[in-house]
């Protein structure tokens, strides 16, 4: 939305969904409680339910067990999160906005365009700030690196790489065993995982997608390359497969408790994080199954080439077959060339010959796998700032914004399918 929102002295927040992504947010306001508090939950799920409410000491009639209940009880904050599974995100945020709502919305904003675009119009006639979680535009380094372009210091921007190593077991846990492994539960792979990147190059391009192409398959993770002999589930493999198998589930999970590790991915496959408990999850869960042997159909590698205003062009690479790191960009420009690792950034002058090193690392303290560089708690910061002050331009992520960026994303899927380049709508 565009103007002025009526100024909310301290933002009070009713999450809908205790999911990670609720939690990680609803954890960021309990540090920084300036900045705002959680009143109270929705969750489906009773242990994350109880969990959530004991964290932030809610009373019983400020706990739900549907975000339909919630939204059903005399208005109880001033914004949500909506942070329900991906193919849930629509009724929740129309329910929210229709009831005055502010919304944090977690992406993507909707599995199809139309529903995508129904729910960014309603919104906006609701006269309710809506902020996307494209949390990668507020990390430490984004904003360091988009200062940089817009000084200058690499000239006129040419043409972008963009890789996205999402990590063999990262890959396993999320998108061939877990809650994204199929589109009809969740969404196509560039929606559920790299909407984030494609709105991320939107944002650095600083101009318009005009046209795009993509190419992808799945084409590892499926039953004629189970190893012969291998059971379905990783406990009943023969050892000398199984211990061989890099996306072994006893390896990950396992491994992951042996370090230390009692939240995210173990928390994830179950609320008990004894070494007993996790063997149970992998005896009969989604989570113990071969990854050869699981109802996934999402794109296990995909790229997407783009060509946007100006003749600018980008490449954007998302494979599930690296080490699970930060995302690798290089930009090229008439005067310069930059390559980040998302945390450190190297500029190349051609004019000057010198070159720049700035390392924007953070301490990431904001939630599930580092707080994305601290884009966890900028956005949180950013979105309730802007409800403080009543101003919507706090936030970069805006409805339009995101709106730009998923079109990129459904006309890439339509490239993939098709086999042709798709032109980019731009409303």
């Known amino acids: ?26 954890e960021h306001l309990a540090r920084h409680p300036e900045q705002g508090e959680v009143v109270a939950v929705a969750e489906p799920d009773p242990y994350r339910r109880a969990a959530f409410a004991q964290r932030h000491d809610l009373p019983a009639d400020q706990v739900f067990a549907s975000w339909q209940d919630a939204l059903a009880a005399p208005r109880l904050a001033d914004a949500v999160t909506v942070t329900t599974q ?33 729910l960014v119009e ?12 494209h949390v990668l535009r507020y990390t430490p380094h984004t904003l360091a690196l988009r200062a940089l372009l817009d000084s200058g210091a690499v000239g006129e921007v040419m043409s972008i790489e963009h890789l996205e190593p999402v990590g063999w077991w990262h890959a396993a846990h999320s998108f061939v065993r877990g809650n994204w492994r ?61 211990s061989a198998c890099p996306y072994s589930a006893r390896r990950i999970y396992l491994g992951a408790l042996e370090q230390g590790a009692t939240d995210w991915p173990v928390s994830v496959i179950t609320p008990d994080v004894s070494r007993d408990g996790v063997l149970r999850a992998l005896a009969d869960g989604p989570y113990g199954r071969c990854v050869y042997a699981c109802d996934n159909d999402v794109v296990d590698h995909q790229v997407v080439s783009m060509e946007f205003q100006g003749g600018l062009t980008a490449s954007f690479t998302m494979t599930a077959f690296s080490t699970m790191r930060g995302r690798n960009t290089r930009i090229f420009g008439t005067h310069g060339e930059i390559s980040t690792d998302s945390r450190v950034i190297t500029l190349d002058d051609f004019r000057t010959g010198e070159r720049r090193v700035i390392d924007t690392a953070v301490d990431a ?3 599930a796998a580092g707080g994305h560089g601290g884009g966890d708690g900028g956005l949180v910061t950013a979105f309730t700032a802007a409800l403080r002050a009543g101003d919507p331009s706090l936030v970069p992520s805006t409805a339009e ?20 380049i798709q032109a980019v709508p731009q409303r």
């Open 86 to 118: 991906d193919s849930d995100h629509v009724g929740p945020a129309l329910a929210a906005a229709a009831r005055g709502y502010h919304i944090l919305l977690e992406k993507p904003i909707a599995p199809t365009e139309a529903e995508t675009r129904h």
């Open 182 to 242: 199929n589109e009809a539960e969740s969404s196509p792979m560039l929606l559920a995982k790299s909407c984030h990147d494609l709105d991320w190059l939107l944002a650095v391009a600083g101009r318009p997608c005009e046209r795009i192409a993509s190419f992808g398959s799945l084409s590892h993770f499926t039953r004629a390359h189970q190893p012969d002999g291998a059971a379905d589930r990783c406990l009943d493999c023969p050892t000398h497969i199984e």
């Open 401 to 420: 914004e995101s709106l730009r960026s998923h079109l990129m994303v459904f006309a890439a899927e339509r490239a993939r399918r098709t086999g042709q």
């Open 122 to 133: 309603s919104v906006q006639a609701a006269g309710v700030l809506l902020a996307v979680c």
């Open 365 to 367: 303290d904001d939630g």
């Open 1 to 26: 939305m565009s103007g002025e929102l009526t100024p909310v002295e301290h933002p009070r927040f009713l999450v809908l969904g205790a999911g990670s992504r609720g939690t990680t947010y609803a």
